[in-house]
């Protein structure tokens, strides 16, 4: 029998009256006679909220207690879509992680998905219900609850979907694809019909938040195709899967605002260690190598723990230097001409009067450090003058 595994993000059941509407998504799907398998974030702004109410306490919370208290906003809402399922006659079940066989690693905070023991969820399937499966959330060989970090759910559903071999994993969220920008910040952004996993990748890892980077991974690994679209309408959506139907070199503009930037200067080949520990604590750190310094970017919620790994290791460097005050902008795509489109990024720039404070060139694209307040001007900008907004030729003018 065919599979399909849905996720919804929190805005999808931000209300009672969101949740209503995801029902006759899952419905539409069982009507077609496929298995469904549900995946659900906690409801809107809970997880911040719960992050705020633990910082009100401590400013240095235990991990393990961050992860049981994180969790349990996906289990309100797996119950609440649950009993929504149940008023319209289906028969549903819910299943918080650990019931559904999601076995992590102990990083709390960031923990990776080992294996999923599918046993249970295929009974509850062969039993004709609908499973309903908390996301973010898992559990270690130890019996310790673990989250998987911010946008996990993505993850989750995408893990499932390839534990189960489903046919499709669809993720269904608060705007109708996967745009060429965020369509938020830049109006012009385009929405783009189908990408390659790898594409997709480079945008997510680059901050384009709409789906976490891991989640496609999963995907690409046991090809189950994504599909991004949304909650509120019926329109076709994004489809990412092994092909790709583009032609033009740049894919899109990514940025990430809520960056911090460590420069460790005259490092002497000691960093290895720095590195493999940042990796073994899945801290996502992307590092430009400058003539003897080394920069690290990373998440603001990780940088307190790369200042404690980076401390650790202090006759690896001279000194080190904190930027809290960047963000970070991309141009992802095939770029030929580094030189030339170095350039045109500084040449925009200088028009727009944005600082940039470095510029480098990835297996991705092109990044350069800006300041925070510049940020979204300079994902507009880059936007325009790469040739992606709607109104202008997709093509890249380069
Ligand atoms: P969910 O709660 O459903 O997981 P997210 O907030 O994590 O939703 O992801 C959806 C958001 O991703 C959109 O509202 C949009 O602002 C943002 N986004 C960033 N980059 C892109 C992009 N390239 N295409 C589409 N959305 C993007
Ligand atoms: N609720 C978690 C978060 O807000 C996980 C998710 O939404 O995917 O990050
Ligand atoms: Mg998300």
């Known amino acids: 029998m065919s599979m399909i595994v849905q996720k919804f993000g929190g805005t999808s059941v931000g209300s009672t009256d969101r949740i209503k509407r995801m029902v006759f998504h899952v419905m539409k799907e069982r009507e077609k006679g496929h298995d469904v398998v549900v995946v659900v974030s906690a409801m809107n702004k809970t997880t911040d909220t719960l992050v705020r109410l633990a910082g009100e306490l401590s400013s240095d919370p235990s991990k393990r207690e961050m992860d049981m208290l994180l969790s349990t906003g996906e289990q309100v809402a797996i119950s609440l879509l649950t009993m929504a399922l149940h008023h319209k006659g289906l028969e549903a079940v819910s299943l918080t992680g650990r019931q559904a066989g999601i076995q992590t690693d102990g990083v709390f905070g960031n923990a990776k998905i080992n294996s999923i ?32 970090g911010r946008g996990g759910s993505d993850t989750t559903a995408a893990a499932l979907a390839a534990a189960l071999k489903a046919d499709r994993c669809d993720i269904y969220t608060d705007v109708d694809g996967v745009y060429t920008s965020d369509p938020r910040i830049v109006p012009r952004a385009a929405k783009i019909d189908t990408l390659s996993y790898d594409e997709m990748l480079r945008l997510a890892t680059m901050g384009a938040g709409v789906l976490h980077p891991r989640a496609i991974k999963h995907a690409k690994e046991h090809h189950v195709p994504l599909v991004v679209c ?169």
């Not at 009974?123 to 270690?140: D, P, Y």
Request: hydrophobic share 35%.
């Open 117 to 148: 023991d599918t046993d249970r969820i295929k009974s509850e399937l062969s039993k004709g219900r609908i499973v309903v499966v908390a996301g973010f959330q898992g559990i270690t060989d130890k019996g310790e609850v673990t989250t998987l």
């Open 230 to 398: 949304s909650s509120l309408n019926e329109g076709r959506g994004t489809v990412i899967s092994g092909r790709t139907q583009r032609n033009a070199p740049i894919v899109g503009v990514a940025y990430q605002k809520d960056i911090s930037v460590l420069t460790m200067f005259d490092c002497q080949g000691g960093e290895s260690l720095i590195l493999y520990d940042l990796d073994s604590h899945h801290i996502e750190t992307e590092i430009i190598k400058y003539q003897e310094n080394l920069v690290l970017i990373v998440k603001d919620q990780d940088f307190h723990e790369l200042k404690r790994i980076v401390g650790q290791y202090d006759q690896a460097y001279s000194h080190t230097e904190e930027r809290e005050d960047l963000s970070k902008v991309s141009v992802i795509g095939q770029i030929k001409s580094t030189h030339e489109v170095k350039e045109k990024v500084t040449n925009v720039f200088h028009d727009y009067h944005i600082a940039k404070a470095s510029l480098w060139e990835s297996p991705v694209g092109l990044s350069a450090l800006v300041d925070r307040n510049d940020v979204e001007k300079a994902a507009r900008v880059l936007h325009m003058h790469f040739g992606l907004d709607y109104v202008e030729s997709r093509r890249a003018v380069l």
